[in-house]
């Protein structure tokens, strides 16, 4: 059977396409306004179907269009290279994505997978309307002949830092903390109500990421394994990404060394291990839109900036991260205008591709943020120096000015990375950063200041001080820079892997000098970073039981993980006291999936249990229970240990 297709010579085929999508995009407009409008049984041709309707006839019609002199005419202006016509679908489609899920969310719809196609679409659309044939022109095949012994290299440090990140990932920390149990929680709520909307902000995390966590949960069940998943894959990702930018700031060797820096963190393994914050994800988002961007600008590709806009625009529905780098790339592009004006007005055609990129796909999240701005405001009101109260607070208290203590928590926040320990999430008694890696950050660091008039280290400091200001002017308490400036990590490693590079050649040992000398020189040093981080984490940390905030925090995932256990048919009593509480932590809810608890703060001999139900004494109150049990045995006594120390005892009445 023969269907109609475009038929006729190029001006007439750029009409016809053109008039075609608007028919599409009628038609899914329609869609999109029934699917949303509450149904009525009464009504025999809903309105919004004249949409879909009209969206069918102008795609017939558009069948029907013979070369003439108007096609010509308007195909003139749509140019031959079908780069404005793509822009054009990239633009109605984002129109659509936006409509429909301002619309979706008013019906408060919960299945929003076409609103997303639609909405990736248009990204793929808009930095397809730059590529001009791009991917026809690489000889793949060429290119990895060229970069073979490269790629090798980088694979077997992601399989390093794959395994650093994966060995016992459920089990390491053995422990959920509360913000976890918060963060498993609100994911599983995705699938319902206002999270469904993958628009939608909790605690500023974006749904989007929440659902995508929801669905490991689905995939592997509500476990710690399953609720870690995707921040370890995040930290895995974040190897190649940091790669690519320090291989375009400093070429391969700062690259691989600056990877190799980051697969071995300590504090980046942590925190690709555990759920409670989502810092990790700026830790390979940021770098690759950086990459992105730096590499359209001096390469003079567009493509590349469009697609670092779209992935921006796409970070606003994972972390408020993505808030700092939209501010850094808008100031990194003002100075550029100001100070290096011949470099970057010979680039300003990608320029306008990334924010022509980043505006198209921030359309649905912009609507979200106008109709509820506290969500967006919600880390600044609970956490802002300024909006939460603190400076005022402080300087009130201290009688200090504000400059003073603004200042002074500027410090806090680089000192985080080289002095103060990392203790809020992690408990390591360590800073971000070893003592090598410090000293390798501070030269790197200097050096890069000293090369600032480079727009390579331009962006470089931009990147590592636009986060450290941030956590610094904006952010309390400073306990919390400790997992907060892993936004500034990525920037600072590959400031460590530039010290590192260029004190070997200043020594005499450079790779232009003495390739064996500098492998082995540098060799040693990572092999030693490798050893201390690997014993600061799985060695000082994992086994010292210093995870969960306290002891309280600890014994709330024991108790939800033993509650699970419990025959779904056992009433479960907990003897509590006022720190020690079923429901004091999210992170027992999470793990046992909501299994009711009924603490009994009265003595247990006052309470009167029945056959077959489940006693459970918090740490405090483990020696009554257990003198109850012997005064009334029969029944199974078990006890749970958290390192050397009991932490939980139940007592199964028989």
């Not at 990736?120 to 095949?141: E, I, K, P, Q």
């Not at 060429?142 to 992601?158: D, G, N, S, Y």
């Not at 909501?594 to 109150?621: C, D, L």
Request: charged letters at 10%; a neutral charge; one cysteine or more.
């Amino acid at each position: 059977m023969n269907y109609p297709h475009p038929d006729g010579n190029g001006e007439s085929k750029q009409v016809q396409r053109v008039i075609a999508f608007a028919g599409v995009f009628l038609l899914l407009l329609g869609q999109f306004l029934m699917y949303s409008t509450p149904l009525e049984n009464t009504v025999i041709f809903p309105f919004q179907i004249w949409f879909s309707i009209l969206g069918v006839v102008l795609f017939l019609v558009s069948q029907l269009i013979r070369p003439a002199s108007w096609t010509q005419w308007i195909a003139t202006r749509l140019t031959a290279s079908h780069q404005v016509t793509w822009i054009l679908v990239a633009v109605m489609l984002s129109i659509l994505a936006t409509v429909g899920a301002r619309l979706f969310q008013i019906s408060t719809r919960s299945n929003y997978i076409p609103i997303l196609t639609v909405w990736l679409l248009a990204g793929v659309s808009f930095v397809t309307a730059f590529m001009d044939g791009f991917l026809g022109r690489v000889s793949w095949r060429t290119w990895f002949k060229q970069h073979r012994a490269e790629l090798m290299i980088l694979l077997v440090v992601i399989i390093l830092g794959t395994l650093l990140r994966f060995y016992r990932l459920g089990e390491i920390p053995r422990v959920l903390d509360g913000d976890e149990g918060r963060v498993g929680l609100a994911a599983q709520e995705t699938a319902l109500g206002t999270l469904a909307n993958p628009f939608a902000l909790w605690d500023n995390f974006g749904a989007l990421y929440l659902q995508i966590i929801n669905a490991t949960l689905r995939i592997f069940g509500p476990t710690p394994f399953a609720l870690r998943l995707v921040p370890a894959i995040g930290g895995i990702l974040a190897i190649p990404a940091v790669y690519l930018l320090a291989r375009q700031i400093g070429g391969p060797r700062v690259a691989f060394i600056a990877a190799f820096l980051i697969a071995t963190s300590h504090t980046h393994i942590n925190f690709s291990r555990i759920a409670s914050v989502a810092y990790i994800h700026g830790t390979w988002l940021a770098p690759l839109e950086l990459y992105l961007l730096l590499s359209g600008l001096e390469k003079r590709q567009s493509w590349r900036t469009a697609l670092s806009g779209a992935i921006l625009a796409i970070h606003f529905s994972v972390y408020l991260t993505a808030q700092v780098v939209t501010a850094l790339i808008l100031v990194y592009m003002l100075i550029s205008f100001l100070f290096l004006r011949s470099w970057f007005m010979a680039a300003w055609r990608p320029a306008l591709a990334f924010w022509g990129a980043f505006l198209l796909m921030m359309g649905p999240e912009v609507s979200y943020i106008l109709s509820t701005p506290e969500q967006f405001m919600n880390r600044l009101v609970q956490d802002g120096t300024i909006n939460s109260g603190w400076l005022a607070a402080t300087m009130a208290e201290t009688g200090r000015g504000a400059v003073s203590l603004l200042f002074e928590r500027v410090m806090h926040a680089f000192l985080s990375l080289i002095y103060y320990p990392a203790r809020d999430f992690y408990g390591s008694p360590a800073p971000m950063l070893s003592m090598i890696s410090a000293a390798a950050f501070l030269l790197g660091l200097g050096l890069s200041l000293w090369r600032t008039k480079s727009p390579r280290n331009l962006l470089l400091n931009g990147n590592f001080w636009a986060a450290t200001l941030a956590v610094g002017l904006f952010a309390v308490p400073p306990s919390a820079d400790s997992y907060r400036m892993l936004m500034a990590l990525p920037a600072a490693l590959i400031m460590a892997a530039i010290g590192f590079d260029q004190a070997v050649e200043y020594f005499g040992l450079g790779w232009a000098q003495t390739r064996l000398a500098y492998s082995i020189t540098i060799g040693s040093i990572l092999l030693s970073l490798l050893v201390f981080n690997a014993w600061t984490y799985y060695g000082d940390f994992a086994g010292q039981c210093r995870y969960g905030d306290n002891l309280a925090g600890r014994f709330a995932s024991y108790l939800g993980k033993y509650v699970r256990t419990v025959e779904s048919e056992s009433n479960i009593y907990l003897l509590s006291d006022d720190i020690y509480f079923h429901g004091s932590h999210a992170s027992t809810a999470f793990l046992s999936q909501h299994r009711v608890v009924t603490n009994v703060p009265e003595a247990v001999e006052s309470f009167q249990f029945v056959s077959g139900e489940t006693i459970i004494a918090s740490p405090e109150r483990i020696e009554e229970l257990v003198a109850w049990a012997h005064g009334n045995p029969g029944g199974d006594l078990h006890f749970i240990s958290d390192c050397q120390n009991t932490i939980l005892a139940s007592y199964q009445i028989p």
